[in-house]
Structures are given as structure tokens and as C-alpha cells.
């Protein structure tokens, strides 16, 4: 018998029929002995209806109000599907995050896990019920309802697993694992059977979908192993159909050695911004950098020009294209500070990644890269690089074109298509 977290998403959890098809999955499980908790994530699209009604409310509402509407869309799922496996003869409840409880930062609509009561839940898991969570919510230490962000369900799986003690938490998605690139782009890639806490968490911020990044993080840091597997598959009784995430003791080392590139990802949702005649002088970045920060907007790839003869210089940098517009409205209030002239940005453009903990042992990964993606006139506008990661920003158009040409140099394209 195994203690088992079970996650399902938008696409999973869309209507009565594919909830049904999701009971039958959890009732699988409870037939095989197995322990389960479940956590849901609203119905698809039913997150971004809520958003749009808070945004036609009021442009800046109130972030703890906006908590309150949009975790509703988890609270009916979880109902829904509580609902449903009773109607099986399966033993369940809904818990929602203030009642067992999950307790959260009060940084609403980015709120981060901070504990999870589990008496009561395992104490019913024990007992043969199944619990049905609300993912992507909590509560503060003042009650008020908090949600985790974009993604959040698979964040908050991980942590119902890890304050469990699960022996392993399923990830089900429209996909059966983890594949070295998106295959829609590249009909020739390959599911892999195993892949590294390190790796998965480069994927996932470079913009891999099948994982939110902060998952991943607390799936390493917890050693919380993790499955991604397909909800549309029929149950079989291999209990690891998918693509496990695990640590590298999992992994040979011989295995780590074969494969200098684990996959290639892309993220759209990329803005490029770029300050010019900055003064280059000491502290001039930490103007620019300090606010957003402040305002919780993630920068990720940075880039200083030389210094003009005029004392000043440009700086570029990118952040996510959603949080654009309060990036530029955060630096125009802070623009007598940095003391910049000019503001412009770009949300034309798109990040191409490759990664591998092979990166570690071998040299040219990166030459590769830029030999490729030169042969095919694909212009790099900006580089960021990690131990196992080299990053490029492109022109959007080129998104597609730059996948297929890196999967194909790194020899990732599969040698049969079923």
C-alpha cells in the first residue's frame, strides 16, 4: 500500500464527464489499497473568467478581494468531484485550504506555502477516505483567503505530498510525461522515462509547461517524487506510466552521462525593456533593479551596454510580457532616481532554451547552439546561461524554427514516429 497525491488540472477537471473520468482514476487507486488525497484546479478557462470579472470591477482592485473571486474556481471542482466519488461508493470529502488549514504568506495573488495542518487529513486518509483539495489556495494567519499564483495547483500538490509524507505525487495532465521538446513543434521528440529535480526546474523556468517552476522548487526541497502523466490515458497497473521527477541518486551516472541535453523549451510570455542613457555610475543598476523587485517583478535576462562617451550607458533586460505594463509603470515612477531618458520595449520577442545536466562534463554545448541557430540567419538579441542551461532571446517569429534546428543539432529527434 502507498500514500498517493494525485493532481488534475483545468483540462482534466472540464466538465461532469471528464470529472467522472478523473473519479475513476482516484477510484483506481483506492482499489489497489493505495491511500489518496487529491488535489484539483478549476474547471479550464473558469481562472480566467474570474480574473476579467475582477478586471472589469475596477483595473487596480484589491488584491485580497481578487483572492476571494478567483479561488471560487477550485472550491467548485473540489465539490464536484467529492460529489462524484461518493456516487462510485468511494469514501471522500472536500477540504478547503482555510479548513485543514494551508497556511500562507499574506502576499495575495503570490502567495507562498508556508504550513499545512495535516492531522485531520491524515487521520481520514488512514481511515480510507479520500480527501479532495482546492489547489492554488490558503489562508493567512488572519484568515484572509490567499491564492498562490498562476500554476499554483501543482505547487500546492507537492506540498500536500510533502506534509504527508507521500511516496510519490502524480501530476495528471493533457500529456503523458516529459518530452524533450513541445512535440506539437517537433513531431520527432521523445518521452523521457526520468528526469532531474535540476533539470525539470530549468525546463519549468524557461518555459516548459508541464510543471509550475515553484513545484518543481519544492519538490527538490522536499525530495518529494514527482509523476507527470496523462489524465486521458486508460488506468493501468504500472504504477509509473509517466515521466518521474527525481534526484540524481535516482538517475545513474552512466544514464547523467548519456544525455548532454536533456530538452529544449520556449517561453513566449517575454518582454524585453530597455532603458537608455542610464548614468554609469555605481549603484545606477541597483536603481533600476531595487523597485522592481519591490513590486515583485521577476527580471530575468540583463544586459549592460558599454558606456556612451556622454558618462551614461543602456541597460536591457527582460520580465514575463503579463507583468509589462506594471514593470514600465513602476520605472516611470522611479525614473528621476534611475535618472534614465528613454524607455522602450518589445514584446516581439521569445526565450529559447536548451538544458542538461550533461553541461556539467562537456564543453561546446553553447557553440553548438549559436552555429545552429546562425546557419539558419536567427538572430540572438540577448544570453543568459546557468550550470546545465543556455538561454537566447530571438525574434518571435523565429520561435518554432529555432526548436526544430536545436532539437535536431543536439541529436534529441527520435529515430521512429508512432
Given at each position: 500500500m502507498a500514500r498517493i497525491v494525485m493532481k488534475f488540472g483545468g483540462t482534466s477537471m472540464?466538465?461532469?464527464?471528464?470529472?467522472?473520468?478523473?473519479?475513476?482514476?482516484?477510484k483506481h487507486e483506492v482499489d489497489?489499497?493505495?491511500?489518496?488525497a487529491v488535489v484539483v484546479s478549476a474547471m479550464a478557462g473558469e481562472t480566467d473568467r474570474l480574473v476579467n470579472f475582477c478586471r472589469e470591477a475596477a483595473p487596480l482592485h484589491d488584491p485580497k478581494e481578487y483572492d476571494v473571486v478567483v479561488a471560487a474556481g477550485e472550491q467548485i471542482t473540489s465539490g464536484l468531484l467529492a460529489i462524484t466519488l461518493q456516487s462510485m461508493g468511494v469514501k471522500a470529502r472536500s477540504w478547503l485550504g482555510w479548513q485543514l488549514p494551508i497556511r500562507t504568506s499574506d502576499a495575495h495573488a503570490s502567495a507562498r506555502i508556508e504550513e499545512i495542518d495535516t492531522a485531520a487529513l491524515i487521520a481520514g486518509m488512514s481511515a480510507g477516505e479520500v480527501a479532495v483539495i482546492p489547489g492554488f489556495q490558503g489562508v493567512t494567519a488572519d484568515n484572509r483567503i490567499t491564492t498562490l499564483g498562476r500554476g499554483g495547483s501543482d505547487t500546492s500538490a507537492v506540498a500536500v505530498a510533502a506534509a504527508v509524507k507521500a511516496d510519490r505525487?502524480?501530476?495528471?495532465?493533457?500529456?503523458?510525461?516529459?518530452?524533450?521538446?513541445?512535440?506539437?513543434?517537433?513531431?520527432r521528440a521523445r518521452k523521457l522515462a526520468k528526469v532531474t529535480y535540476e533539470e525539470m526546474l530549468e525546463l519549468a523556468s524557461v518555459g516548459a509547461k508541464?510543471?509550475?517552476?515553484?513545484?518543481?522548487?519544492?519538490?527538490?526541497?522536499?525530495?518529494?517524487?514527482v509523476q507527470v502523466l496523462s489524465?486521458?490515458?486508460?488506468?493501468?497497473?504500472?504504477?509509473?506510466?509517466?515521466?518521474?521527477?527525481?534526484?540524481?541518486?535516482?538517475?545513474?551516472?552512466?544514464?547523467?552521462?548519456?544525455q548532454l541535453i536533456t530538452g529544449i523549451a520556449h517561453d513566449k510570455n517575454e518582454a524585453k525593456v530597455?532603458?537608455?542613457?542610464?548614468?554609469?555610475?555605481?549603484?545606477?543598476?541597483?536603481?533600476?533593479?531595487?523597485?522592481?523587485?519591490?513590486?515583485?517583478?521577476?527580471?530575468?535576462?540583463?544586459?549592460?551596454?558599454?558606456a556612451h562617451d556622454t558618462g551614461s550607458t543602456d541597460v536591457t533586460f527582460t520580465v514575463p510580457g503579463a507583468e509589462l505594463a506594471r514593470a514600465i509603470d513602476t520605472l516611470e515612477k522611479a525614473k528621476d532616481a534611475i535618472g534614465f531618458k528613454g524607455l522602450k520595449h518589445d514584446t516581439k520577442v521569445a526565450k529559447v532554451s536548451v538544458v542538461g545536466v550533461g553541461m556539467r562534463s562537456h564543453a561546446g554545448v553553447a557553440s553548438t547552439m549559436f552555429n545552429a541557430l546562425a546557419q539558419r540567419g536567427i538572430n540572438v538579441?540577448?544570453?543568459?546561461?546557468?550550470?546545465?542551461?543556455?538561454?537566447v532571446l530571438i525574434d518571435e517569429d523565429e520561435t518554432e524554427l529555432a526548436v526544430r534546428v536545436l532539437h535536431t543539432a543536439y541529436g534529441l529527434d527520435a529515430e521512429d514516429v508512432a
Open positions: 472540464a466538465g461532469t464527464e471528464r470529472i467522472r473520468n478523473v473519479a475513476k482514476r482516484v489497489l489499497g493505495n491511500e489518496v505525487c502524480d501530476i495528471y495532465t493533457d500529456v503523458d510525461g516529459v518530452y524533450t521538446t513541445d512535440p506539437r513543434i517537433v513531431p508541464v510543471l509550475q517552476t515553484r513545484s518543481v522548487g519544492l519538490a527538490m526541497k522536499e525530495n518529494v517524487r489524465s486521458f490515458d486508460e488506468p493501468t497497473d504500472n504504477p509509473i506510466p509517466g515521466t518521474l521527477i527525481v534526484g540524481d541518486d535516482e538517475i545513474g551516472e552512466d544514464e547523467m552521462e548519456r530597455t532603458l537608455t542613457s542610464v548614468p554609469d555610475r555605481p549603484g545606477a543598476v541597483a536603481s533600476i533593479f531595487a523597485p522592481l523587485a519591490e513590486a515583485n517583478i521577476n527580471v530575468d535576462m540583463i544586459i549592460q551596454n558599454i538579441q540577448a544570453i543568459s546561461t546557468s550550470e546545465i542551461k543556455v538561454s
